[in-house]
């Protein structure tokens, strides 16, 4: 494990309690989200296994197993799969790494991965979309949330809490050049202005809908 991968599990230990309290119902103030997961669980309705990546302490994918959607959690960080699975005895939640899935290629009929990639700098978003593109199965739907801009964020406190955190925002046109270089295709991409301030970090929100090409496509 690389001392970048090291700090973030333990930062996220050591905040997981205090993070959980916090965001486990975000959900329900934010209307797009929703639709968006909802817009996600319907492409994927009984095609396979769905992957919530990042999960955190499991509150997308308790938004998607009640749409119906066949769903585990992954996560870094020990503390934060015990909060998902105290919250969600009925969802497996396992650890993992996602620039290194420990998953069978073409196994998943989709991942959400919501502010999963926030850690990671620009060199590595190639990886983690590779490693995305092989996992899925043909057709197969990524939905994913970034914060847009260009800066980068360092939280040495969090709910304090020490930790030792960089946060990566992206441009989408950033974003969407590497997924279609993992060999996805973009389906739709939609930006949106912040919620209110108590509701979420005050920055621009962008999702992006990718589908693995389905290997009879011949366009």
């Given at each position: 494990?690389?001392?970048?991968?090291?700090?973030?599990?333990?930062?996220?230990?050591?905040?997981?309690?205090?993070?959980?309290?916090?965001?486990?119902?975000?959900?329900?103030?934010?209307?797009?989200?929703?639709?968006?997961?909802?817009?996600?669980?319907?492409?994927?309705?009984?095609?396979?296994?769905?992957?919530?990546?990042?999960?955190?302490?499991?509150?997308?994918?308790?938004?998607?197993?009640?749409?119906?959607?066949?769903?585990?959690?992954?996560?870094?960080?020990?503390?934060?799969?015990?909060?998902?699975?105290?919250?969600?005895?009925?969802?497996?939640?396992?650890?993992?790494?996602?620039?290194?899935?420990?998953?069978?290629?073409?196994?998943?009929?989709?991942?959400?991965?919501f502010y999963a990639i926030v850690h990671l700098p620009q060199e590595?978003?190639?990886?983690?979309?590779?490693?995305?593109?092989?996992?899925?199965?043909?057709?197969?739907?990524?939905?994913?949330?970034?914060?847009?801009?260009?800066?980068?964020?360092?939280?040495e406190e969090l709910w304090d809490q020490p930790v030792s955190l960089?946060?990566?925002?992206?441009?989408?046109?950033?974003?969407?050049?590497?997924?279609?270089?993992?060999?996805?295709?973009?389906?739709?991409?939609?930006?949106?202005?912040?919620?209110?301030?108590?509701?979420?970090?005050?920055?621009?929100?962008?999702?992006?809908?990718?589908?693995?090409?389905?290997?009879?496509?011949?366009?």
């Open positions: 494990m690389s001392d970048a991968i090291r700090s973030i599990r333990e930062s996220y230990d050591r905040v997981a309690d205090e993070y959980t309290r916090h965001i486990f119902d975000e959900l329900q103030s934010k209307p797009l989200d929703r639709q968006l997961l909802t817009q996600f669980a319907a492409e994927i309705a009984g095609r396979g296994r769905v992957c919530d990546l990042g999960c955190g302490p499991g509150h997308v994918a308790r938004y998607l197993r009640d749409a119906g959607v066949t769903v585990f959690g992954l996560d870094l960080s020990t503390r934060m799969l015990e909060q998902a699975r105290k919250l969600n005895p009925d969802i497996r939640f396992t650890e993992g790494n996602m620039l290194a899935l420990e998953l069978a290629d073409s196994t998943l009929a989709g991942i959400a991965a590595s978003l190639a990886v983690v979309f590779r490693e995305m593109e092989r996992v899925l199965q043909p057709g197969g739907v990524l939905l994913l949330a970034f914060h847009m801009g260009n800066e980068v964020i360092r939280l960089d946060f990566f925002f992206f441009e989408p046109s950033v974003v969407r050049r590497q997924i279609e270089l993992a060999g996805l295709r973009i389906e739709e991409v939609i930006e949106r202005g912040p919620y209110a301030p108590e509701v979420e970090y005050q920055s621009r929100r962008a999702y992006i809908f990718a589908r693995k090409p389905d290997s009879t496509s011949h366009d």
